[in-house]
Structures are given as structure tokens and as C-alpha cells.
């Protein structure tokens, strides 16, 4: 028995999964098991069986046992495959490691909330506060990379992979927002970054409807 | 030199790390640097020295790492404290802990979007469809919890942690919300839970304005 990922082809924090699993050479071992979770529409089935919380992803592993979110996703897979390998086990790199990656993180969350409040909620009742608020976490956030490159230097480790996902969900869903620009550094290593063939693999696409 | 942890009294994230550190002996090397943080306006100094994301908590190490989000600062207190305190290290157990801890706090993120959506937000902006969604993704939480009360039994771990914190942040801002009556045995799990030395030292309040 498989692996089995609960999976949107739109969602970031399912790519960043997919990402590590092939990074880690696991992903032949996972099957996607499409799932639809808008805020506003429950998918009651997925709640009940897999994440109350109605976020994919959701992993079963073979034995059953049903894990989330995407961060202890990466670290079972990560073990899996020995440890240590996109999770540093030295102590203090491990605790940098941790930190870019929930910086990223948060950054991504930041963007998937834009996301929501710019498409999803009706226009008369979206904040402009909220929007610049959100905006500014992600500013500040690349702002910070672009200071500390050093963070982004091989080997691939689990806060670049999240960094990574946050850029290219910024360009499939704000194509206009001019990132490049104000962090050169970070657009440098992201378009090496990018042809890594667990990223080109998992684009981020549209669900089908 | 101490630890420093950037410190909001009313925030769960915050609270989580401080009965982590109360339960695991360290809180007396911990100095608490009170910090205001709240959507709409930006705390520059903070976002520069610790956390570009501006969320607390943050702790500086001694060493002057530092480190965020809540989770990694538990990890690595538990680490400091000797490992697999509160974060089992078998692996099953493991986890299991991480995933219910990632409910939890996922259900405490939701109870802070209705915070921000229903006192934040100008009225004429709130949309009721978001609030229930989140309402709905704590209910369901609820109940995971209440038909999975073996994850509740001692010892103490993070996921019991962040599920008392939602409860406590439940209590404090919304009163009203009748939780007891659907969970009734996460409720006298938590009636018992919650006279833990560790949780009355952190009882939430609204910081000094």
C-alpha cells in the first residue's frame, strides 16, 4: 500500500510536500488523492477522514496513521529517508533551518490570506488594511532573505523549499507584483532555484473545475 | 546572559511557550520582553530585531540566535531540556503528538482570524461566511478531540499544550461560545488540565494599554 497524499494542484503548502518527497526520492511511494477545500464550501468527507481542519495537505502513511500539517509532513518524510537530509540534525543549523522555513511559511500564509480576501470574499466587505498588512509581512520577509543569503546556499534544505513555494505562488497568483525588483539576490537564486526538476514538475496549476 | 521571549499577554502562541518552559524547568533562564504586535500597525523595531513577520512570540537564545515560530521554540526548549519531554521521540508517538499539536494550534489560528474578522475588522467589512468557516474548523477540531480523548491521557505533551491554550483563548474571548456542552470530555479533561501550575501562572489578560 502507497502513501497517500491529500493534494491540490493549486495549493502551496501541498507543493512544498511534493517538493521534499522528491527531493527525498519518495514521491513514487505517494499517491495524490485530489481533494477540494475552499473556505465557505466544507468538504465534510475530507474533515471526518482526514484533517478536521479541512487544509490539505494530509498524508496516510502506509500504516494508517493520518499526519499533517505540511511542516510535520516534511519531517516524516525527511526521517523516512534517514533524517537529517533536508532538516539539518546539528543543532544549530537545525534551529536556522526551522526558522527560514516558518519565515517562508508565514509568508506563504500571508499570501494564501491575499488570496482570499482579493478573490474569494465578496468586494464590499474586503479591508485595504488587511491587504497592506499582509503585503507588508511578505515585504518584510523577502527583505530579510535578500539580507541573508547565506541562508539560501546549497545544500537544499527545508526553508528554501518553502521559500521557493512562496515565489512561485506569488507568480501564478500576483503576476504583477514586481518582487524581482526589490530583492535581487533572492531573484537570483530563484531562478536556479526553479529548474530543479521537483520544482518544475510541481507548478502550481489551477484545480480542474 | 537570559533568554529573551518577545511577549504578548493575550496571545495563545505566546502562552504555548511559556508552559512549555514552565513544565520543563527553564522558565527562570526565560526574560519576558513585553511587545505589541496587532494587524494594521506596524511594529518596525520588532519586525527589524526579531521577527519580520511581526508575530510574537520570538525568543533570542543565549548565544543571540533567534528563533521562531511558537512550535520551533518549543522544540528547542524541549531539546535544551534533554529531548522527548514534550515532543515524544518514538517515532509513532511522535507523530502523533506533532498532528494533534498541529490541530490545536490550527484551531487556535482560526480562533485568532475571528478575533481580527469580528473586533478588528470595521464592521461594514465582516463577512459572515468567514466566520462561520472558522467556527466550523474549531467545532470540528472539537470533536476530533472528543472522540479521540487516548491523546489526552498523561504525560503532559505539546498537542495537550496548544489544545488547553485554545481552550483558554476560547474562554477569554468568547465567553459565550458553550464549547463544554458539545466536548463534555475535553471538558473534564481540561477542568483538571487547567489547575496545572503552568497554565494559572499564564492566564491571558489584555495587555496594559
Known sequence: MAMKLYFSSSSPFVRKVRIAAIELGLDDRIELIPTAVVPGKPNADYAREA???????ALTTESGQVLY?????????DDRAGGGRLIPQDRERRWQVL?????AQGM?????LLRYETWLRPEAQRWSVWIDDQWDKIDSGLKWFEEHEQVLREP?????????????????RSPDKDWRQDAPKVAAWYGTFCERPSLRETEPANPPS
Chains 1, 2 share one sequence.
Not at 108 to 112: D, L, P, R
Not at 157 to 169: K, P, S
Open 156 to 172: 537544499i534544505d527545508l526553508g528554501q523549499i518553502a521559500l521557493g513555494v512562496l515565489l512561485g505562488y506569488l507568480d501564478f
Open 69 to 77: 500539517d505540511s511542516t510535520v509532513i516534511c519531517e516524516y518524510l
Open 99 to 103: 526558522t527560514s522555513h516558518a519565515l
Open 51 to 57: 484533517n478536521p481542519l479541512r487544509r490539505v495537505p
Open 108 to 112: 506563504c500564509e500571508s499570501a494564501v
